[in-house]
């Protein structure tokens, strides 16, 4: 399997200079969402003291034309910062900047979904809308295939796979660890990982998140699993369909709850959710992956633990339909419900802001209403 020759670069010789100090000076990496909607980009610069808040960070910019997201006549972009947290890779009191992007005009960039969800976040903040995304990825080699499968085969069936153990049936554990520990450590709320039905699949949980910080914070452990992997040779994708075939997909199962929901008797709030979910299928398929749909075409097929692309359902325990309700949610007659909709390419912001205009803004129709 292919591996990237930045990995055979020495660690030791690496550490030595990793170890040295660095007085009161601080190393903040920017990271932000490119052109095309998925890809993430960042670059570093010193600060004179450790930054406490966003507010004592600095704007920045870039070339917009090297990202896909403005031409070169005209391609200084801002880097606005949104969220920090702590750098695993440099350590403390290093930090990793989370950013919104704007155009030269100030105005958000296409890419930037970030700026529409805050404001619809903050329209609803009293029903405490509560988030929590499951994020299924495939670990490949730099040459696309995927890791530990065979170099001109298959491995065995689908079965003995998910949440499974033992060197046959879990492929690049290492890296799962590795990233689950780097999460904590930067404060990303990362709340389970398991292995999964795919060989080379995996999956991350995030969550519970009020409002923006679900999109903060998923996207925030995607850098970070995108640099775990990086140090390890190999790449993360979260193409929703990697594999062709008699294979499983990966999406970005997104389960959402409000106060209402959560208390005695939010079962009937939950199914009025559902049911303006249901009216409204297609604005929602259009918003969960970065391509209107596309992506997620390739894997909403009814097979393989997903519903028809074309048709809604919801139902109890039924990981074949488009809406999940737990069955212990059904027995208590409060809780959350699962949107298994999304893709694992989905934008968390664009989900979760689609959900919050549906649900909690009545919005119908395929197109977001502008407030």
Not at 90 to 114: F, I, M, Q
Not at 320 to 334: D, F, H, L, W, Y
Request: hydrophobic fraction near 30%.
């Amino acid at each position: 399997m292919a591996m990237s020759a930045s990995a055979q670069l020495s660690k030791v010789v690496k550490r030595q200079y990793m170890e040295l100090p660095q007085g009161d000076q601080v190393q903040a990496m920017y990271v932000w969402i490119d052109g095309t909607g998925e890809g993430l980009r960042c670059k570093t610069r010193t600060l004179d003291s450790e930054p406490k808040s966003i507010e004592d960070l600095p704007e920045w910019n870039f070339d917009g034309s090297s990202t896909y997201q403005s031409e070169g006549s005209n391609s200084d972009m801002y880097l606005i910062p949104s969220a920090m947290f702590r750098d695993p890779f440099r350590k403390d009191p290093n930090k990793l900047v989370l950013c919104e992007v704007l155009k030269y005009n100030r105005k958000p960039a296409e890419t930037n979904h970030r700026h529409t969800c805050k404001k619809i976040m903050e329209m609803i903040d009293h029903q405490m809308p509560w988030f929590g995304m499951e994020q299924e990825y495939t670990i490949l080699g730099t040459d696309g295939h995927p890791f530990g499968w065979p170099s001109n085969g298959f491995p065995g069936p689908q079965g003995p796979y998910y949440c499974g153990v033992g060197a046959d049936k879990a492929y690049g554990r290492d890296i799962v660890e590795a990233h689950y520990r780097a999460c904590l450590y930067a404060g990303v709320k990362i709340c389970g990982t398991n292995a999964e039905v795919m060989p080379a699949q995996w999956e991350f949980q995030i969550g519970p998140c009020e409002g923006i910080r679900m999109g903060d914070h998923l996207w925030a452990a995607r850098f970070i699993l995108h640099r775990v992997c990086e140090d390890f040779g190999v790449v993360a994708s979260f193409d929703p369909k990697p594999i062709p075939g008699n294979w499983n997909g990966a999406g970005c199962h997104t389960n959402f709850s409000t106060k209402e929901m959560r208390e005695d008797g939010g079962l009937k709030c939950i199914e009025e959710c559902i049911d303006k979910l249901g009216k409204r299928h297609n604005y929602h398929i259009r918003a969960y992956d970065p391509k209107g749909g596309l992506d997620n075409a390739r894997r909403l097929t009814g097979h393989h633990e997903t519903s028809n692309i074309h048709e809604f359902s919801a139902g109890v325990a039924n990981r074949g339909a488009s809406i999940r309700i737990p069955r212990t949610v059904g027995q208590e007659k409060k809780g959350y419900f699962e949107d298994r909709r999304p893709s694992a390419n989905c934008d968390p912001y664009a989900v979760t802001e689609a959900l919050i205009r549906t649900c909690l803004l009545d919005e119908e129709g395929d197109e977001p209403v502008d407030y």
